[in-house]
C-alpha cells in the first residue's frame, strides 16, 4: 500500500502536536553530534514516528529517500539526522534490506549457510549503500507473517496447507511484501517452498498453521499443489465463462426489444453454448474439489490414527487397562454434569444486590433499636467492675467517675475474657465505657 504524501503529513500533525513548533522543529532535525546519551531522546522520537506512519499506513517496505525528502519535508528542510537514525535502526534488526532478504528458492542448504552467516558474520553496510536500498521494518514484518498464517487458517481446518504462489502474494498484499514474509516463515520453520515441473512451471508454499513447524516437503504435498492449482485456474476460468454468459445475454434482449430477431437468436446460440461449456466447467471443478476434501480427510484420519496408537503405547507402558480409561473419563463426565448444575443453580439464586433499599433500611433500623434497648438494660456488673453502679447519670460526682475508671482500668482482662466469649456483651461493655468517659 502507498501512503500519500498529504495524508502522511496529516497523521503526522495529529501525531505530533507541536510539530510547527519552529524552535522545537530545528532541534529536532539537527544532526546527531556527542555521545549517544546527549541525542537519544531524539533517535526515539524519530524512530516511534516512522514506526506509527508505517502501522498505520500497513507500510512493510519503506524507501528512504521517499522517508526523507517527502514524508518529513517542513518547508524545504529534511532532518539531517534522519540517515543516523535509519543506521541506528539497521544495527538494532529494527530494519533489513530488501536485498539482504533470503530467498528461499535458492534452496534449503543456502538458506542455512545464509542465516549462519548473517549471524555470525552480520556485515554493517555503508550509509550510502543503505540509503540506495529499500527498507524492510522488522516489527511490522512479524506482525504481518501472523496476520497471514491467521487468513490462511481461516479458510483450512488442518494443520497446514498449500497455496499458489498467486494466493500467497494476493493475502501478503503484493509479491515484494510476499517475498518479506515468506523469507521470515522460512526463518522460523513455518513455512517451505515447493515446486513442480509438469506441463506448466507451478510455484507453492506449504506453511504450518499450527504452532508446530511446518513438515518437510513430500510428493503428496506437490500433488496436492497441482490441484490446488487446477482448482484456481479452472475457478478464473469460470469467471470469464460468467462474464461472456452476461454479455450475450444483454446483447440478445437488446437485439430483441429493436426488433431484430436474427441477430438476437445468434446471441441466443451462444449464451447456451457458453452455459453448457460453464455446466462442464463446474463439473470438472467440483470433481477436483472432492479430491482434495478426501485428502484432507485423509490426512485428519491419519493424525487421529497416530493419536490412538499413541494413546494404547502409553496405556501399555504404564499398565493402564481400557476399563481405568472408561471409569475415568465417566468420573469426568459425571464431574461436568454436576458443575453444570452447580453454575445453573447459582445463576438461578437472587442475589443481594436484587433486594429492595428499603427492606435494607428497615432491617437495619431494627437492629440498632436492638442494639440501643440492650445497652441501656446491661447491668453494670457485666463490665468487670467490682461493685454495683445504676444508669450513667448517676455518675455525677467526680469521686465517682474516678473510682470508676480506676475499677475499669483494674478489670481490663476480666472485661476482655468476657468479650471473647460474648461479641454483643463486649459491644455493650465498650459503649458503657465511652458513656462513662464522656461524662467526664
Excluded at 428497615?362 to 433499636?369: D, N, P, R, S, V
Aim: aromatic share 6%; with cysteine.
Amino acid at each position: 500500500m502507498e501512503a500519500g504524501t498529504v495524508e502522511v503529513r496529516e497523521f503526522i500533525r495529529k501525531e505530533v502536536e507541536d510539530w510547527e513548533d519552529e524552535e522545537v522543529g530545528r532541534a529536532r532535525f539537527k544532526a546527531f553530534s556527542g555521545q549517544r546519551s546527549d541525542w537519544e531522546p531524539t533517535y526515539r522520537f524519530w524512530n516511534h514516528l516512522l514506526l506509527s506512519i508505517a502501522r498505520h499506513f500497513h507500510l512493510l517496505i519503506i524507501s528512504p529517500s521517499q522517508v526523507k525528502n517527502i514524508w518529513f519535508n517542513r518547508n524545504g528542510l529534511t532532518p539531517l539526522c534522519l540517515d543516523q537514525v535509519l543506521l541506528e535502526m539497521y544495527n538494532e534488526g529494527e530494519i533489513v534490506r530488501c536485498s539482504d532478504v533470503m530467498d528461499p528458492r535458492s534452496g534449503r542448504m543456502s538458506l542455512l549457510l545464509r542465516k549462519f552467516s548473517n549471524l555470525m558474520l552480520r556485515p554493517t553496510p555503508s550509509l550510502q549503500t543503505l540509503l540506495q536500498d529499500r527498507l524492510i521494518l522488522t516489527p511490522l514484518l512479524k506482525d504481518k507473517a501472523v496476520e497471514v498464517v491467521k487468513l490462511l487458517s481461516e479458510s483450512h481446518w488442518t494443520s497446514s496447507c498449500i497455496v499458489t504462489m498467486k494466493k500467497f502474494h494476493d493475502t501478503c498484499g503484493g509479491p515484494e511484501e510476499a517475498s518479506a514474509v515468506l523469507s521470515h516463515l522460512s526463518e522460523t520453520g513455518k513455512a517451505r517452498y515447493l515446486s513442480i515441473h509438469k506441463k506448466d512451471f507451478v510455484e507453492g508454499i506449504k506453511v504450518s498453521l499450527s504452532s508446530a513447524p511446518v513438515s518437510n516437503i513430500s510428493s503428496l504435498d506437490c500433488d496436492v499443489l497441482h490441484l490446488v492449482w487446477t482448482t484456481e485456474r479452472l475457478q478464473q476460468q469460470l469467471d470469464v465463462i460468467d462474464r461472456r454468459c452476461e454479455m450475450s445475454r444483454k446483447t440478445a434482449l437488446a437485439f430483441l426489444h429493436s426488433g431484430n430477431k436474427k441477430v438476437a437468436l445468434r446471441h441466443a446460440r451462444e449464451l447456451k453454448l457458453a452455459n453448457e461449456s460453464r455446466e462442464k466447467c463446474a463439473s470438472f471443478l467440483n470433481r477436483v474439489e472432492e479430491v482434495l476434501s478426501v485428502i484432507a480427510n485423509a490426512e485428519s484420519t491419519k493424525k487421529v490414527s497416530e493419536a490412538i496408537q499413541i494413546g494404547a503405547k502409553a496405556m501399555k507402558e504404564n499398565k493402564i487397562s481400557v476399563e481405568e480409561v472408561e471409569f475415568c473419563l465417566q468420573e469426568l463426565e459425571e464431574s461436568i454434569e454436576s458443575q453444570k448444575q452447580v453454575d445453573k443453580a447459582l445463576e438461578s439464586t437472587p442475589s443481594y444486590a436484587d433486594a429492595e433499599h428499603e427492606d435494607i433500611e428497615e432491617e437495619f433500623k431494627k437492629l440498632e433499636l436492638e442494639v440501643g434497648s440492650g445497652n441501656l438494660q446491661v447491668p453494670i456488673s457485666q463490665t468487670g467492675v467490682d461493685g454495683t453502679v445504676g444508669e450513667v447519670e448517676a455518675l455525677e460526682s467526680p469521686e465517682s467517675l474516678s473510682d470508676t475508671l480506676s475499677n475499669l482500668k483494674l478489670s481490663d482482662n476480666s472485661t476482655r475474657e468476657s468479650a471473647s466469649k460474648s461479641p454483643m456483651l463486649a459491644m455493650r461493655q465498650n459503649k458503657l465505657k465511652n458513656l462513662v468517659l464522656e461524662a467526664t
